[in-house]
């Protein structure tokens, strides 16, 4: 049976995503009624003294009532489409700056490199990077709809004062909640919060109009009595507002903190090093996380590494647990002996900050309750050279485990990724960090095993375009380069290589994937590669490729049909002839239908399309259906007892269309 952890915590953050509605739509019905309460009061003079509930009913209720409801539904459906552009926007939101992939800066380079390592050791495309120049605070969040589109924010604080270990523990962090689906759901609570703020700002802004006008009329006298209505009105819907914003933090802060304690877990079993995180958490007791320069920091305070905003009620708003009680959760002793370390270049006025914000106590029970949770496992990782694919491998080991390393940074995958950047070309790797470059690695990666008469008519085939065009002088750099470096090195190139394609403008894209598919289409034939090729860069830059897709199927009756196109496939890529092919589908597909074999035969063909079109309706079961399907075609392409990169490739391209990160399957 499938470990169910990586789908199961994305079908935890889908369901939060509905219960954090139902608590939205319950707030906006009692802001709604505590509103209408105030009108009411005010206006009850004028209606002969009715019931409340009959006064609801009347006119000046539903009014009042409608109004309420649409306010607060304007305020969060404006914010929602103001992040409906994802990450980015939200970056834009906090004012940070896009990291240029070629920076010379070494600091930012240094988050570079271990974004970069992680990602491919995880399987995702590399996120955008930006930095919040002016915060000093060690801090970060991530952000974005799907795991291939996110993008990851650090203050400057974290990038000077954190060591390479302690940033590496950091973005560990961050990697969870990208794994986790917790970006969609973070994103989502900024706009529901807003809505329910906005009662309290036009309750502030009556109260401020109120004394204003009452200033200037105060000689005469005049519309006295309108004045005092309209500053009771604004205290009124002042505390309205702002009790209903101090419940939606607690929401926001208990939900929160679940979630970040599972990332500190995740980010000491990504990187093997409990001191990496824990050392980031001391100096931000030390230090601090605050986000200054920002008007959003209360907003951003769940989506944090540390708590981004000050605020009253510490206890019981933050959205994160106390730094001592992390540090001891991630492994016992680990506060003492952080403690210990500094003990002789800090103040000890700075250490006992550190740990001021809980009593002994409290943190003594949080270790008890947390020995052994993460494990007591320390040091770096040993040096490893292999390839990314298993050449020989035993096939039922593999099948069985293929699920479970969906949404995992194993010790082997991230050995692979630093000696797979090691390897590469500096100045290979430095085109894929430019927009021309970046371009010319999708055509290069066409061509290079073509010779160079034939190279020369497959390019004569793109429109001259001064970016888009064919450069020959960037092909005769990166050509030669992936023939050395072989065929497992084409997908983590371009995952490099997305940061870079994702600023590219909606028209250019288009001719990107078009120029692409005219390469494909040259000699009249589809191999594995084009097609997996072909199909990444539709998902990932094309017209929907930010848009996180819904739950549409809940049983596997419905997708059949695309079942049966994507074992088709495999089950041809995994075995060798036709009757093997037969046989092998039939056994995968038999999870799924009964009788399969009768209304669903394995087809002889499969086109581009109709791929697509399947693993679009695969990404859109429920996410505890999903890992059925992974190790579905895993038993496929592991039927032989050898992975090939062509087959896993075509494995990692279907986990990738249903938001699944593969990593690399090293031995």
Known sequence: MAHPGFFQRQATARRNTSLLVFLFLTAVVLITLAVSLVGYFVTRSETTGQPFHYWLLSSQGLITASAVVTLIFMGSLIRWVDLSGGGSRVAKMVDARPIDPDTRDSDERKLRNIVEEMAIASGVAVPELYIMDNETGINAFVAGYTPGSAVMVVTHGSITQLTRDELQGVVGHEFSHIFNGDMRLNVRLIALL??????????????????????????????????AAMGVLGVALFVIGYVGVFFGRLIQAAVSRQRETLADASSVQFTRNPDGIGGALFKIGLRGSYLDTTGHASDMNHMCFGESARMKFTSLLASHPP?????????????????????????????????????????????????????????????????????SVAAPEIAQKLSERVGTIRPEGEDFAVHLLQRLPSTFRGLLYTRAGAIQLCYAMLISDLNEQQQAERLKLLPDHSLLGAQPDLLAKLTPALQSLGEAVRFPALELAMPTLRKLDPLERAELIGNVRKLVDADNRVTLFELALTSFLSRHLGVDAERAIPVRHRNYKTVMPALQRVLSLLARAGAGDDQKTDILYHEAIAGFASNGKNDYPVMAKVTMRQLQEALKALNGLSPLLKPAVIDACGHCITYDGVIDVREYELMRLVADQMDCPMPPMTV
């Not at 309750?203 to 009329?217: H, Q, T």
């Open 194 to 227: 807003s809505g329910i703020l906005m009662i309290g700002q036009i309750g502030g802004f009556l109260l401020r109009a109120s004394f204003y006008s009452g200033g200037r009329s105060s000689a005469r006298n005049r519309d006295g009595r309108a004045q």
């Open 323 to 391: 730094i001592e009680q992390r540090i001891n959760a991630i492994q016992p002793g680990l506060m003492a002996r952080l403690k210990s370390r500094l003990r002789d270049t800090e103040p000890g006025d700075d250490l006992r900050a550190a740990t001021s914000r809980q009593s002994s106590a409290e943190a003594s029970s949080f270790a008890g309750a947390t020995t052994n949770r993460y494990g007591s496992v320390s040091g770096r990782r040993t040096s490893h050279s292999g390839s990314a694919i298993a050449t």
